[in-house]
């Protein structure tokens, strides 16, 4: 909220362009003012350069900095200010404050809503590395909020310590650099560089999750933590968040993220979990509270074969017990009464999982032999497969659904939740000499196989959506 113009210069408010509204915020280099303007109406932040402080060099600086920027989550600068009290930068105002506003208890926003702000600034800092400019200042008090149909913007503002990457490294005081509790190590022997931005947006990242800041004290006290002190992120934040945390705070640049963009895609990978996982709970809550009167309606079957597996999706019920996989469709979504129809089928091993797409049921087998395991995919159909013999498939009928099979001795597989691609990680032993091999391929309709690198075999593949899976 603005301050009322007392203390005001006056010979601004008369001959000025702009007419004053009130007082929005201290800089470190001058306070920033909402103003209007006079003959167009808008609203827009004048941004004071006292020259005690702000001599004009640095004005220039600033000013080349901004105006070689133009991205919707950078503060832009409009215009300059001249008047015989002082320099202004006439920037966009941001109604919602500074994102220091938002990190208080009494707010508490969603975990996505954080994220997303995290997402704002890595965007705006890709835009920025890409031109050659380090920020050097991130903190909350530099990031701005605008607010939207779909909620707050976040956006950088104050470049007034920026560098250029290509800039040699000069000796300045600690004030002129940043603010000490969000500066990377190198950054307090006078070193500087891309990395250094995202080290601080992690220090952000790790507020917003966790309610404090990773380390605290006075600036010496800040100094020897950033440079020696571990960072001990709590169990409360989700894995792979605490993965993210984990690299943007590494103490060595070449270990951070490469580049804001990788950042990015981690956060944004981030954001999609949350979603997926919100979505799934929030969908699964009228299938779990069951009122009383409901379970009366339930109905209960006798099982002549313990079920290892079993998967329910709609209207089907597929049971797996050793190799015989058996599926029971119904009439309605309430799987009550007698089923429309059934039909089982025996697979020449053990299943291992099973997994409903819409293209069919995906069944996973195993069998040992020799010193390799034998593994089997299968896809069998939502209708009754023919031809059948005494209750089975047929052996040449068998083949037909049967996708793939590998020999290998460890195998981790997931299936994307609209079937349109299989990723397998598996470990086979080498024949030529001692030791193991492990290799991922995501296969697509066609099996056209895709060969990322990996060194280990992953302990769980997890299909996202149609894009995207965790290793």
């Known amino acids: 909220m603005s301050q009322p113009f007392t203390n005001l210069p006056k010979i601004l408010l008369q001959q000025s362009n702009y007419r004053i509204l009130g007082l929005v915020g201290q800089g470190q280099f001058g306070r920033v003012f909402c103003a209007i303007h006079r003959q167009t109406g808008c609203l827009v932040a004048l941004k004071e350069l006292e ?12 000013l ?15 215009a300059l200010e001249h008047t015989p009290n002082g320099q202004y930068l006439v920037m966009d105002y941001c109604e919602g404050g500074t994102l220091r506003n938002l990190i208080q208890p009494k707010l508490q926003l969603s975990l996505v809503q954080n994220l997303k702000l995290v997402a704002d600034v890595l965007a705006g800092l890709e835009h920025a590395h890409e031109r050659g400019i380090v920020h050097c200042d991130i903190k909350p008090e530099n990031i701005l909020l605008s607010l939207n149909t779909t909620g707050w913007i976040a956006r950088i503002s104050d470049f007034g310590v920026a560098r250029w990457i290509s800039q040699e490294t000069c000796s300045v005081h600690l004030g002129d650099t940043g603010s000490p509790a969000y500066m990377a190590p190198e950054r307090f022997y006078g070193k500087y560089s891309p990395a250094s931005d995202l080290y601080a947006v992690g220090v952000l990242l790790f507020e917003l999750v966790a309610g404090y800041r990773p380390f605290s004290g006075l600036p010496g006290e800040l100094m020897s933590a950033h440079l020696t002190q571990p960072v001990k ?3 409360t934040i989700p894995l792979l968040l605490r993965s993210t945390i984990s690299t943007a705070l590494q103490k060595l640049p070449a270990r951070r993220f490469a580049s ?5 895609n981690s956060i944004r990978l981030a954001i999609e979990v949350q979603s997926l996982t919100h ?6 809550i009228p299938t779990v509270v069951l009122s009383v009167s409901s379970l009366d309606n339930i109905q209960q079957e006798p099982l002549h074969a313990p079920v290892t597996i079993l998967a329910i999706e709609s209207q089907q019920v597929y049971q797996a017990n050793a190799s015989q996989v058996h599926c029971q469709t119904y009439a309605s979504n309430a799987l009550a009464g007698a089923p429309l129809h059934q039909w089982q089928m025996q697979l020449k091993a053990p299943v291992q999982a099973i997994a409903l797409r819409p293209q069919g049921c995906f069944a996973l087998t195993q069998f040992r032999q020799h010193n390799c395991l034998i593994y089997s ?17 047929s052996e040449s009928a068998l083949e037909r659904y049967q996708l793939l099979s590998l020999e290998c001795t460890g195998l981790a597989m997931t299936i994307a939740p609209q079937g349109r691609w299989m990723a397998i990680a598996k470990t086979t032993t080498k024949p030529d000499r001692e030791g193991s091999q ?11 196989p895709v060969k990322p690198p990996v060194t280990c075999l992953p302990s769980q593949l997890i299909a996202l959506d149609s894009r995207h899976g965790i290793a």
């Open 51 to 62: 020259h005690q402080r702000f001599p004009t060099n640095k004005f220039l600086r600033e």
């Open 64 to 78: 080349r900095f901004l105006l070689s920027l133009q991205h919707p989550n950078i503060v832009t600068c409009q």
């Open 233 to 235: 992120i709590p169990n």
């Open 260 to 264: 804001a963009a990788e950042m990015l």
């Open 279 to 284: 979505r799934s709970t929030s969908f699964s």
């Open 377 to 393: 995919v299968y896809c069998l159909p939502r209708t009754q497969p023919l031809p059948i013999l005494s209750g089975n498939l």
């Open 438 to 448: 492990t290799t991922f391929q995501v296969l697509k309709p066609d099996l056209q």
